[in-house]
């Protein structure tokens, strides 16, 4: 009878959710909208009727000492929202060319907290997260793939629980 109770407990509860955004694949993706979108009103949406565990944002940052960490392009508009920023460096390439890639910090993050997680929201359509994908549903836990239609790979829309398509959903989400 208690575990009866517990199932049922358990079921009224509304899903867990985390929320992990890989910076640079959404904002490069949202480049040419007319207006810029709220990552506020992206985790209100995306929380909507679920508790929020966690919220991550992975966010490179400039080695420019003069320019302070919360202003910076991929910082900033993740800062008065609640996320969790976890940052690093650019990296600079001989050719000139800059990069940040958050692919094994964000997959290693997400399978940790999996077991504490009913959805997993991987705001990313990048296919190096397809293994992880697999790896987290096998788990039991569901995932959501959040991203703009061409920024999104063919495995994570086929792979997903949900996609959202952020172009689709962009009047909510505007500043």
């Known amino acids: 009878m208690d575990e009866l109770g517990e199932r049922l407990e358990r079921s009224a509860a509304r ?6 955004v890989d910076v640079p694949n959404v904002l490069y993706g949202a480049e040419g909208a007319e207006s ?17 565990v966690r919220a991550t944002a992975y966010s490179p940052v400039s080695d420019d000492h003069n320019e302070p960490v919360e202003r910076q392009r991929f910082v900033a508009p993740f800062v008065p929202h609640g996320y969790r ?11 000139g060319s800059i990069k940040g890639n958050f692919d094994v910090e964000m997959a290693i993050d997400i399978v940790t907290m999996a077991e504490r997680l009913d959805v997993v929201a991987v705001v990313s359509g990048d296919a190096d997260f397809a293994r992880m994908v697999e790896v987290i549903q096998g788990r039991g ?7 703009f239609a061409g920024s999104t790979s063919v495995e994570m829309r ?15 989400i505007r500043i």
């Open 158 to 172: 086929a792979l997903a629980d949900r996609y959202v398509e952020l172009g689709s959903i962009f009047d909510r």
């Open 15 to 20: 899903p867990k959710l985390g929320v992990f």
């Open 141 to 147: 836990v569901r995932v959501e793939v959040v991203a």
């Open 36 to 52: 810029e979108m709220s990552m506020g009103k992206l985790l209100d949406y995306l929380a909507d009727g679920r508790e929020l």
């Open 85 to 95: 920023i976890v940052t690093k460096p650019l990296k600079r390439f001989a050719d």
